[in-house]
């Protein structure tokens, strides 16, 4: 008898032609061009590095929070204003005062008025009322009381005023171990406010409704 021929198995048949039509697909859409990308619509990778790159393009960056200063922000003039919130030792506030006071008698004029010498006084007295220490500004007020600017300045106008200043100095230099200054010499000592920056230059006190007056 004549063997009759094997008969193929369905299954492998479905299964062989399925494997063909995917790979003909896949051939086919390889060869087709890119499509268009659309607006918002990410375009598709061609390589594992641009997809990561994409990846990393798409994911949200993280911005690290600003430091905070670790100083106060610097301005034109920092530095200077900082030094001049360093506190202010008696010498150097004592120095200023007399510089002050020593110049304020300076330029009053010999026969001052009588705005002038009521000024003058009142200077005086507010120094021993709000000059900033305590120790400092109870001792001038004993000065001020035992010897009353008021009567110098009556008496001898400028030159009292002059006179008054240095000797109220010689007290406070007494007390703190300092050696006395010569009073005549006063006038050399504190010759006024020079006014140009020359060295030769003085200024006067304007008197009441005049307007400031310069001496050679």
Same mark, same amino acid.
């Given at each position: ?19 063909? =039509? $995917? ?35 798409? =994911? ?35 120095? $200023? ?16 008025? @009588?705005?002038?010498?009521? $000024? ?13 220490? =305590?120790?400092?500004? &109870? ?11 008021? @009567? ?23 007390? =703190? ?20 920056? &020359? ?18």
């Amino acid at each position: 008898m004549t063997a009759s021929p094997t008969q193929p198995n369905p299954l492998e048949v479905l299964s062989s032609a399925a494997r063909g =039509a $995917a790979e003909a697909i896949t051939t086919a859409l390889a060869r087709l061009p890119p499509l268009p990308a659309f607006p918002g619509t990410p375009r598709r990778p061609s390589s594992p590095s641009a997809a990561a790159a994409a990846a990393a393009a798409a =994911a949200p960056t993280l911005r690290a929070a600003p430091a905070a200063p670790s100083s106060p922000p610097s301005f034109p003039g920092a530095r200077r204003s900082q030094q001049h919130l360093q506190r202010v030792s008696k010498d150097e506030l004592g120095r $200023a005062t007399w510089t002050l006071l020593h110049s304020v008698a300076a330029a009053l004029p010999a026969a001052p008025s @009588r705005l002038q010498r009521r $000024a003058f006084c009142q200077l005086v007295h507010s120094l021993a009322e709000l000059y900033p220490c =305590a120790e400092c500004a &109870d001792h001038f007020g004993k000065i001020v009381d035992a010897r009353p600017p008021e @009567r110098a300045v009556a008496a001898e106008g400028g030159g009292g005023a002059r006179q008054w200043c240095c000797e109220a100095h010689n007290d406070v230099n007494e007390r =703190a171990g300092k050696p006395r200054f010569d009073c005549s010499l006063a006038a050399a000592r504190w010759a006024g406010l020079d006014c140009d920056g &020359d060295g030769n230059s003085s200024c006067e006190l304007a008197g009441p409704g005049a307007a400031p007056r310069r001496g050679r």
